[in-house]
């Protein structure tokens, strides 16, 4: 089983910086993809940023030129830079990763906690 730990939300200004992080533990797993979520306040969770194990970056429109994904595969680490930040990045950021036991088994998924990013205008 795989265990995601976030850090790095927390209050900025328009037009600020926040680096998040996401850290993978646990045994014998080999990731797969590591992705970025948000959610709002009544919204649905929606993917802000993925990455697969070979590095391919992939963004949701609203957050093109302005975020940006990398990992270390080493440290099984995925880091999201979230520049010039808007309120509506305003949100509870997740973490997921998709994940393997067996080099040929099944896919499984997990989920951290959820770090707050809050953008003040």
């Known amino acids: 089983q795989v265990q995601l730990v976030e850090s790095g939300g927390g209050l900025v200004q328009a037009g600020g910086s926040l680096r998040l992080s996401c850290a993978a533990s646990?045994?014998?797993?080999?990731?797969?993809?590591m992705d970025w979520y948000r959610q709002a306040p009544g919204k649905q969770r929606d993917l802000v940023a993925s990455?697969?194990?070979?590095?391919?970056?992939n963004y949701a429109d609203s957050v093109k030129g302005r975020f940006t994904i990398s990992g270390d595969n080493a440290k099984n680490t995925v880091y999201l830079q979230m520049n010039s930040l808007k309120p509506e990045d305003t949100a509870v950021y997740y973490c997921?990763?998709?994940?393997?036991?067996?080099?040929?088994?099944?896919?499984?998924?997990?989920w951290g906690q959820g770090t707050q990013v809050t953008v003040s205008s």
């Open positions: 997921h990763a998709k994940y393997r036991m067996l080099a040929l088994g099944p896919e499984y998924n997990a």
């Open positions: 990455l697969t194990s070979i590095g391919w970056p």
């Open positions: 646990g045994s014998g797993f080999s990731i797969k993809a």
